[in-house]
């Protein structure tokens, strides 16, 4: 039992991760149907970004957050703004090649000047602390990441449900061309959507930072291509429907590596999600919507 | 008879034979030498997985991302035989072995899987060549993570042009069949051609295995002509690498793709001499090359070369 | 209509037409005040970090060669190329090196998938190829014989797999271990197969077998499973990338059993990683000792220091080594010519490199000591040779 709470604690900290880079793969996808695949490099870039901070700035852990976020924001907007706005009206699939050519770009820009070895934070980022409760152990640090993550879903659902930009986003991801008869200035819409995700990813960047310690130029493409899942699993383009996929990848990971086989463990993840989408084709919480003629 | 042998027929199989003896020559001369053949072969290859793919993607309109998954299988399929038969028909014998496991698997996932559209299906055969790839390194007769090496090199250029000539063939020909009339008229309206009585979830499927079956012969033909294969190969960047050819060349344009397989083995010859910032140029041209033709598209220029057929049906018949 | 589709056709075929030329023109300009010398690796994808590591240390080496005068009165020209850490690739880069850049040899590949795939086309163009880093057994030697131009300088991994488990057994009197490999690379597999297969058969046993793939951060989860297991020992067969994290959140759950490796826990990044207060009771196989201050190791550490801003692990100690080993064939060859070559690399007896003096065999793998290395709140403590 102990054992149990522990990995299912294990589970819920990697599922955070996955979770805040899967809200912005959803974020996206819900507003213009792009799946971005450099939605992972920019999580490289928050890490990359929070590493020079901490390290050559001397910056503390909230500082080097915000300012990861911010650069990540900008670059989300810059990319979207110069590689997928003149796309808007192609076929999805050009826009997914563009969205591969931009993700490659990034990897190999940050290895060209940081080279392909793994960088590592400083280590007491955030206090060395642990607890054991019952003989199940937590450390600060999944404290941390756990508050964080739930902290930018409660903001960003408040964001998206309570204020005029919110009600603009849902507006214009429900009907672009009716949004914008209504007065909703469209592109600005579509860069705050872009700058909001960039920014969780930029967040989760420094967070994988200082939790494990470890980075390098080609490590958003994993976690990438598993909170892609994770949007997929809950039920793509809904904000809860990416945070329940992030914690059940993470979760359904660290339990088969806990009780069946480590080395079988992200095979089951894909095919928990193959048959989620057999049995529910629009994820856990999606809306089956009628075919119309 | 007649059809077979129209004038049309007869001049496409005169510049297959022609296009066939000037590179023979060239080889013979020894003006392509090993190094041309080597990028001959891969452009061989990639045509074969990028006009498979095509016929799913861009002639059926379903969305894949594990074609490596299908391609992995003819691979090791192939390797294992050829290294575990001593014959003269182990090669043929593989690629026979491979194709048909290959388009058996396209078979089992196709049903259940192509029920789901658009990213969901692309979502789910990337998850399917994710799945293969793990048992691959995980079962000990495919040589797990280290993969199959040694592999003997039966295959050489004339079996690649054999081999490539015969997947445009047939699946040009698919195209045009009936058969392939309903694949397109799934692409254009799913529900309008199941209205009109056309068994969609059998030509989808049927697509599917088609592709299936030839990404099985790709595989088959890279594993006998490169020595090795490992898990590592067939992720989802090589899936990716299928598509960027299926997509620069225009979904549905068998000629696209096979102009784009060359240009894009070009590139990357060209960019071997800058090897610091290879990738660098190499995304950047991906990103460009979308952009620009996107922008010609609708800045109505006459110069989508690659998507010339379907401009001018577009245009000609407003 | 019809004059864009020729415009289309005209332009591939100007196109293939250009690349002919450039690569005739490229095979043309061979410097007879050079030695050409190819450089064919991981640079991007998957094994970059391995390839460019190496890289860095093959260009101090021949910076160094040439700076003293160069071998037979000539400069090396390395000409360095990228093969994505895809075997198809390697070969069309071995390919292109051997017969249009005329090389005297090819260093490189440094991952074994890549190298198996380069080595049959070096055979067949008769150009020696030395590997500073693929370790799979049947890459110089396989069931049909010896590979008769594929070399290497590292070990393979029968031999670190062998010492590590005669290590535990022995000099630990471990009875009991937990195997954690990197599944998604041949060293990690290969390394553990072996160390299972030596480990069992002198009767100790495997409690546990578990994998992880490159790239993977958190194993909290197999950590957790294994916690509360008995074992001796614990083998991570990896690289220090991961090693170095799998370190640090064992010993933060408070597992305190002795971990090995092998030399892929060679670098500065593993005590980085991990942190030096995680790194005691840890022992991996290697090349050398930093204990040994050893002039060749000591003089090696500091140049590299200076040149690169950064410390040296193993993979950039075998491609200065690879710099200086193919310098000193072609020195005892006299010639520019690649079988010579090949037999002066045959003929290696007692080279001293900074990973160790060594000879090569009849397999055309070096005959080489290995150190296990103990470290101790990240440092190196205690240096054991086993000879081969």
């Keep these: 039992m102990e054992q149990f709470v522990q990995q299912l604690i294990n589970g819920l900290s990697l599922g955070s991760i996955y979770a805040l880079i899967a809200l912005g793969y959803t974020m996206v996808y819900g507003i213009v149907k792009l799946i971005n695949f450099a939605h992972g490099d920019i999580f490289m870039v928050g890490a990359y970004v929070g590493f020079v901070s901490i390290t050559y700035f001397n910056m503390g852990f909230f500082p080097a957050l915000l300012i990861a976020m911010l650069f990540c924001a900008v670059l989300g907007v810059v990319i979207e703004k110069v590689a997928y706005k003149p796309l808007r009206n192609a076929s999805r699939i050009t826009a997914l090649i563009t969205a591969i050519g931009v993700s490659l770009l990034l990897e190999y820009v940050v290895m060209f000047f940081a080279k392909a070895g793994v960088r590592t934070y400083p280590e007491n980022v955030l206090p060395n602390l642990e607890m054991t409760i019952l003989g199940v152990r937590i450390t600060f640090t999944q404290v941390c990441i756990f508050a964080v993550t739930i902290a930018l879903v409660i903001l960003l659902q408040f964001i998206v449900h309570k204020t005029r930009v919110g009600k603009a986003m849902r507006a214009v991801s429900m009907d672009k061309d009716?949004?914008?008869?209504?007065?909703?200035?469209?592109?600005?819409?579509?860069?705050?959507?872009?700058?909001?995700?960039?920014?969780?990813a930029g967040a989760a960047g420094i967070l994988v930072g200082v939790y494990y310690n470890s980075i390098d130029p080609l490590m958003g493409i994993i976690p990438g291509l598993k909170a892609f899942v994770a949007a997929v699993f809950g039920g793509i383009g809904i904000i809860p429907g990416a945070m329940i996929g992030g914690f059940s990848i993470g979760a359904v990971e660290t339990m088969v590596s806990g009780y069946g086989s480590s080395l079988y463990k992200d095979a089951v993840a894909f095919a928990i999600l193959i048959l989620v989408l057999i049995v529910k084709p629009s994820g856990l919480l999606g809306k089956n919507t009628r075919e119309k003629v | 008879m007649k059809q077979l042998f129209s004038f049309k027929n007869l001049k496409y199989s005169a510049c297959v034979v022609a296009l066939f003896g000037v590179i023979q020559l060239l080889i013979s001369l020894n003006i392509f030498?090993?190094?041309?053949?080597?990028?001959?072969?891969?452009?061989?290859?990639?045509?074969?997985?990028?006009?498979?793919?095509?016929?799913i993607a861009g002639f059926t309109g379903q969305f894949s991302l594990g074609h490596a998954g299908f391609m992995s299988i003819g691979a090791y399929a192939c390797a294992l035989i050829t290294l575990n038969i001593n014959s003269n028909y182990s090669f043929f014998l593989g690629i026979f072995v491979g194709a048909i496991l290959s388009a058996l698997l396209g078979f089992v996932i196709g049903i259940p899987t192509l029920r789901l559209k658009g990213d969901y299906l692309a979502i789910a055969t990337l998850g399917m060549a994710e799945i293969i790839k793990i048992i691959a390194q995980n079962l000990e007769f495919t040589g797990g993570a280290a993969g199959l090496s040694d592999i003997p090199q039966y295959t050489n250029w004339v079996w690649l042009f054999f081999f490539t000539a015969g997947t445009v063939v047939v699946i040009k020909n698919f195209i045009n069949s009936s058969h392939g009339r309903a694949?397109?008229?799934?692409?254009?309206?799913?529900i309008a051609s199941e209205v009109m009585g056309i068994n969609t979830t059998k030509y989808k499927v049927l697509a599917f295995v088609i592709g299936a079956f030839f990404a099985g012969i790709a595989g088959a033909l890279y594993s006998t002509y490169f020595y090795v294969i490992n898990p590592g190969l067939f992720g989802f960047l090589k899936s990716v690498d299928i598509l960027v050819i299926v997509v620069i060349g225009g979904m549905g344009s068998i000629r696209g793709s096979i102009i784009a397989s060359i240009l894009l083995a070009i590139v990357s010859t060209y960019l071997q001499d800058f090897p610091e910032i290879r990738m660098i140029l190499y995304s950047l041209i991906l990103v460009v090359v979308m952009l620009a033709r996107e922008f010609i598209k609708t800045k109505k220029i006459n110069l989508d070369i690659l998507n010339i057929k379907k401009y001018i049906k577009t245009n000609g018949a407003r | 209509m019809f004059s864009v589709k020729r415009l289309s056709l005209i332009l591939v075929v100007i196109m293939l037409a250009a690349t002919m030329f450039t690569a005739c023109s490229q095979s043309s300009n061979t410097n007879s005040n050079e030695i050409n010398?190819?450089?064919?690796?991981?640079?991007?994808?998957?094994?970059?970090?391995?390839?460019?590591?190496?890289?860095?240390?093959?260009?101090?080496?021949?910076?160094?060669?040439?700076?003293?005068?160069?071998?037979?009165?000539?400069?090396?020209?390395p000409i360095k190329q990228d093969n994505k850490?895809?075997?198809?690739?390697?070969?069309?880069?071995t390919t292109k090196l051997a017969t249009k850049e005329n090389v005297v040899a090819i260093l490189g590949p440094a991952t074994s998938g890549a190298t198996k795939a380069s080595i049959p086309v070096a055979v067949k163009n008769k150009v020696p190829l030395i590997t500073g880093s693929a370790t799979a057994d049947d890459i110089t030697v396989d069931a049909k014989g010896v590979k008769e131009y594929g070399y290497r300088i590292c070990f393979n991994d029968s031999f670190q797999g062998t010492v590590m488990a005669n290590f535990a057994l022995k000099n630990m009197n471990a009875k009991s271990a937990v195997v954690l490999m990197d599944s998604s690379s041949d060293y990690g597999k290969g390394l553990a197969k072996n160390f299972r297969e030596t480990f069992t058969k002198a009767g100790g046993t495997i409690v546990e077998d578990e994998a992880f793939i490159k790239g993977d951060k958190d194993f909290s989860a197999v950590l957790t499973k294994i916690k509360d297991k008995n074992f001796d020992i614990l083998l991570i067969s990896g690289y220090y990338n991961e090693a170095g994290l799998i370190i640090k959140q064992a010993k933060d759950m408070g597992i305190n059993k002795p971990i090995l490796g092998g030399d892929g826990f060679d670098s500065p990044d593993l005590a980085k990683l991990a942190g030096n207060s995680a790194l005691s009771n840890v022992f991996f196989s290697t090349h050398y000792s930093l204990l040994d201050k050893d002039a060749t190791v000591v003089k090696f550490m500091d140049e590299f220091k200076k040149k690169y801003n950064k410390d040296s692990n193993a993979f950039n100690a075998l491609g200065y080594d690879l710099g200086y080993f193919i310098a000193d064939a072609i020195k005892r060859?006299?010639?520019?010519?690649?079988?010579?070559?090949?037999?002066?690399i045959d003929a290696t007896?007692?080279?001293?490199?900074?990973?160790?003096?060594?000879?090569?065999?009849?397999?055309?793998?070096?005959?080489?000591?290995?150190?296990?290395?103990?470290?101790?709140?990240?440092?190196?403590?205690?240096?054991?040779?086993?000879?081969?």
């Design chain 1, 178 to 200: 009716a949004a914008q008869l209504m007065g909703i200035n469209v592109n600005n819409t579509i860069s705050v959507t872009f700058a909001i995700g960039s920014a969780l």
């Design chain 2, 33 to 55: 030498d090993d190094y041309y053949q080597i990028t001959i072969a891969t452009i061989c290859i990639n045509i074969i997985l990028a006009v498979s793919l095509n016929l």
């Design chain 2, 183 to 190: 694949c397109v008229s799934i692409r254009e309206d799913e």
């Design chain 3, 37 to 77: 010398v190819g450089l064919n690796y991981e640079l991007s994808g998957a094994g970059a970090t391995y390839g460019q590591d190496t890289v860095d240390g093959i260009m101090m080496a021949i910076d160094e060669i040439n700076a003293a005068g160069g071998v037979l009165g000539k400069k090396i020209n």
């Design chain 3, 85 to 93: 850490t895809d075997p198809a690739e390697a070969t069309s880069i």
């Design chain 3, 333 to 344: 060859a006299n010639s520019e010519d690649p079988t010579k070559i090949k037999e002066a």
């Design chain 3, 349 to 388: 007896e007692g080279f001293k490199g900074v990973t160790g003096k060594f000879s090569i065999d009849e397999n055309h793998n070096p005959v080489k000591t290995a150190v296990v290395i103990e470290l101790k709140d990240g440092a190196q403590v205690s240096a054991l040779k086993i000879e081969p």
